[in-house]
């Protein structure tokens, strides 16, 4: 098992000290790493992505990208992340303003009320909640540039049916949303399964 930092995130450097970098970047990332582990095993590695990292895990496998099989969990869906913003507004003012500044503004790296809000229950002790706000922090300084995500959403490889085209060259894939989730509703999740077929 193996969890790969992706350029920019976790503290990883981001090309020239750039503070945005393009989905294709995390992609040639991922694509990377899982040509190093082909030298080394027989068998395509199993891929996790959540998040954006769902999504890169998408536009990997859209590029006919190797791999067993894939899990996405609570990813951002093939249409990206504006209309799920879209729903949150419409349901609560006040749930939108703490996605806002948790994320946006990064109040979730240095607010433990709103880390605690956005991404904990209260059964998660102080102290662990502490370093996943340290790992926020690291993950904070450079962010995916949503206008090139934006025009390189997985949803245009979509065909007539709304599903993926690169379906017939895929492994299997699960999907998986969270009740609580506090962003990535379930309409977004049941897109993911509409488009991969599942």
Known sequence: CHAISLRGT???????????????????????????????????????????????????????????????????????NAPMTGRLIRRSLRTSWLVTRGLALKTAARSPKDARALFFDAEVPDEELAAYMKRFAADSGVGLDLVDFTRNLPCMSAGADGRAMWLGQAPPILVVGAEADAIVDEEGVRETASFLGV
């Open 10 to 80: 976790s503290g990883s450097p981001a090309p020239d000290g750039a503070t945005k970098v393009r989905i294709a970047q995390h992609v040639s990332d991922l694509r990377a790493f899982v040509d190093a582990l082909d030298e080394q095993h027989d068998v395509a590695p199993v891929l996790v992505g959540h998040s954006f990292g769902g999504a890169s895990v998408l536009k990997y496998l859209e590029e006919a990208g190797a791999a067993s099989g894939a899990a996405l969990l609570c990813s951002v869906p093939p249409s990206g």
